[in-house]
Every structure is written in C-alpha cells, then in structure tokens.
C-alpha cells in the first residue's frame, strides 16, 4: 500500500489511497446549466463504482458497467438537488431546479465519464467530445449526448436524458443515435 505524506506547517497528515476515494462533483440543471449544485461520492459510493469497472472484461461490460455507475452518479445528484429529474425535458419548464435538459444530461454524463477515466476505471474507452443530432429542418429538435469511443476508434453515444435520474442511460453506437430521434423517440 502506498501511503501519502502531506505536510502542512508543522504538523503532517497521512492519506491511504482508501482514504482518499471521496470526490466532489458540480451537476447542471435548471435547463442550459442555469444552476451547479455540488454533488459529493462517497468513499462507499467510489468502491462500488470501482468494483463495477473491475469485473468489466469486456467492451460491452465495461458499457454495462458505465450505465450502472451513471445511474448511481445521478441517484447522488437528485438527492443533493432535492428534486428528482422527470424523464426527458418539459417545455417551458426552464429554470426549474432539478429538472435537467439534454444540455444539462450530457455535460453532467460527460464531466463522469472523465472523472472515471482519470481514475483508470475505464480500460476499453476513453471519452469523447459530445456532440448533438436534430437541427428543426430534419424534423428533429436539437439533442446533446456525451460520446465515449471505443479501443478501435468507434463512438458510442451515452445519453442519460430519456429516464427520470438516476434512470439508466442508453448506450449505443453514435451512427444509431444520429438515425434516431424523430417525434421525440429514443
């Protein structure tokens, strides 16, 4: 075990790596990130999420894996909030606390996604830049997902805004998520 020594004036403090697993988080809402609420993951919450990560032997896994982790990620997030996230958006419900957009959803995934990463958590994907679909002339209202790719360069789509919070998100490769999306449909 490796044992960190930090030194602070006179006196020094000791942090196992087991010690130092808490992380601290800000989450959008309120549509267009209007409002950051601070969002903490505990050690426990860390552990479980790691353990997800290790038993993913797999590309496919380690996306089972993310969708679990993602759902926790946001079951934390409603409950710093206060107010649990209503599947998809509500138009014209902007600037409600709690209640999230795609553009709140994405950034929120994304800013996960990379955290897990710098870990070390995820070995068969790194993060990606999100990206939208839908532009009104297709007949599809603009949408944001965050993106991971995979060892051989392809992009998935991990795209959270379809369930309430703490829902599971649906991961797919981005080719089929661009097709998707007419008349409000996943």
């Known amino acids: 075990m ?10 020094i403090f000791v942090v196992t790596p087991e010690q130092a697993t808490a992380a601290t988080f800000r989450v959008c809402h309120g549509y267009d990130c ?5 969002v903490n993951l505990s050690a426990q919450d860390l552990r479980r999420i790691q353990k997800l990560f290790q038993s993913a032997q797999s590309p ?7 969708r679990s982790s993602i759902a926790l990620f946001e079951e934390r997030s409603t409950a710093a909030i206060g107010i ?4 998809r958006m509500q ?5 409600i606390k709690g209640q999230m957009d795609c553009v709140d959803e994405s950034t929120n ?10 870990r070390g958590w995820l070995k068969h994907h790194q993060p990606g830049r999100k990206t939208t679909r839908g532009n009104f002339f297709d007949g599809r209202y603009p949408h ?32 089929e998520w661009k097709r998707r999306g007419y008349g409000g449909k996943r």
């Open 2 to 11: 490796a044992i960190i020594a930090i030194a602070v004036t006179s006196a």
């Open 109 to 118: 995934t994304d800013n996960f996604i990379r955290y897990i990463y710098s």
């Open 34 to 38: 209007y409002y950051n609420t601070k």
């Open 84 to 87: 649990r996230d209503k599947p």
């Open 144 to 175: 944001w997902t965050a993106v991971i790719l995979d060892s051989y360069n392809e992009k998935w789509a991990v795209d959270s805004w379809y369930e309430a919070g703490g829902g599971l998100p649906d991961i797919m490769l981005l080719s």
């Open 60 to 66: 496919d896994a380690e996306r089972k894996a993310l």
């Open 91 to 95: 138009f014209g419900k902007a600037r």
